[in-house]
């Protein structure tokens, strides 16, 4: 089964892509569903997610082919066979605490049928889809030639088999970096800011059971992503422990991307 460790704030700054500034859109998590638009039309779209519920949500969007909705994509899932080839990972807001809005994170959405998922585990183990947390997004109009920005000091996460490669300085305060799938499978950001006294051992023993309270509060990140893919994530670091990790499992074996070395640590200063 997969497992995945996973109200705008207006007063976050997201500089413009081109043509035009993205449009703005909280969703909003309960447990176990999403408050969010039915149709949005194509074209860059800034998401962050609210998380109203009692247990980490996150906001993962696939674009689906073939005339197929999101339950298809739900019961694909949950045969826990290879993905399916018509569902393309498309990113969005990742994983973020209760009570707590996730980091924004821009996505380029083309037009066509999207599943919006949660598929974190409880802690039972159970992915909230098998709670009901999928809605179908219809996204309409003609395709978009909205590019996610390059400015000349912009840092990047790249997405790895299996690592994140970074390149630029994650400093303090808000700035905005892309994170691009470099890879050959499916991968996804999450950041988690730790705990004072705790290490990146701790939160990834915590994410094994997922039981008592968490080790670092989750800020979200880039939901998973397709390889060649990209979403533009808008960071709003405070001096401290960060770790990024990806859950998604592996193609060959099954075992999330952390089991094969796919965290990293940074510190920020002040």
């Known amino acids: 089964m997969m497992l995945v460790l ?22 909003v998590a309960t ?4 408050a969010m638009p039915d149709t949005l039309s194509a074209g860059a779209v800034t998401f962050r ?32 066979g290879p993905p399916p080839a018509w569902a393309t990972d498309a990113g969005g807001p990742n994983g973020v605490d209760p009570g707590m809005t996730s980091l924004a ?14 598929i974190i585990p409880s802690p039972g183990g159970a992915p909230h889809i098998t709670k009901g947390m999928y809605k179908d997004l219809v996204v309409t109009g003609s395709a978009s030639s909205a590019a996610l920005p390059r400015d000349k000091d912009m840092a990047t996460i790249g997405l790895v088999d299996y690592a994140f490669d970074v390149s630029g300085h994650l400093r303090a305060g808000v700035h905005r970096v892309i994170v691009r799938n470099a890879g050959k499978q499916t991968h996804e950001l999450e950041l988690a800011k730790l ?17 008592g309270p968490p080790p670092a509060h989750f800020l979200g990140g880039v939901s998973p992503i397709a390889p060649g893919h990209e979403n533009e994530l808008t960071l709003d ?3 401290g422990h960060y770790v990024m990790l990806c859950f998604v499992p592996d193609a060959k074996d099954g075992k999330p991307h952390v089991a094969h070395g796919m965290v990293r640590d940074f510190v920020v200063g002040k």
């Open 195 to 211: 705990l004072p006294g705790k290490t990146p051992a701790d939160l990834g023993a915590w994410a094994e059971k997922m039981a």
């Open 31 to 34: 447990d176990y569903a999403f």
């Open 6 to 27: 996973f109200a705008l704030a207006a007063s976050l700054p997201v500089s413009p892509l081109t043509p035009s500034s993205p449009r703005q859109v909280t969703v």
């Open 49 to 80: 997610l609210k998380n109203d519920g009692h247990e980490l949500h996150h906001l993962y969007l696939a674009r689906l082919d073939g005339g197929r909705k999101a339950v298809d994509l739900v019961k694909a899932l949950e045969a826990e």
């Open 105 to 118: 994170t821009t996505v380029v959405l083309q037009p066509g049928h999207y599943a919006a998922l949660c």
């Open 237 to 239: 670091l405070a001096p």
